[in-house]
């Protein structure tokens, strides 16, 4: 059974820094695609940044520069380094992995960014 556990998440000031990360369990990463999603209050999940099949990540215009999402192939985890956050980054933040079958979501983690 396929699971993805997210961690990491919490309170920072404006700023500050986070890490967030995503544990995969009976799959891989590995030639899958992977994306990071948040959801804040009242507003539509977005795309935030994504990691290819070949390991080429993309990101959305509100966080390039500030986010930076990789994977550690030996430890079955992505991560998405949060700098220079801001109080718009209040979110709760999901890991999704795309295999050529199906599609997993994590449960999501709570970033908070106050002012």
């Known amino acids: 059974q396929v699971q993805l556990v997210e961690s990491g998440g919490g309170l920072v000031q404006a700023g500050g820094s986070l890490r967030v990360s995503c544990v995969a369990s009976g799959s891989t990463f590995t030639n899958n695609a992977v994306g990071w999603y948040r959801q804040a209050p009242g507003k539509a999940r977005e795309l935030v940044a994504s990691?290819?099949?070949?390991?080429?990540?993309t990101y959305a215009d509100a966080v390039k520069g500030r986010f930076t999402a990789s994977r550690d192939t030996a430890k079955n985890t992505v991560y998405l380094q949060m700098n220079s956050l801001k109080p718009e980054d209040t979110a709760v933040y999901y890991c999704k992995m795309d295999s050529f079958s199906a599609n997993y979501w994590g449960r999501g983690v709570q970033v908070t960014v106050s002012s």
């Open positions: 990691i290819s099949r070949g390991g080429m990540p």
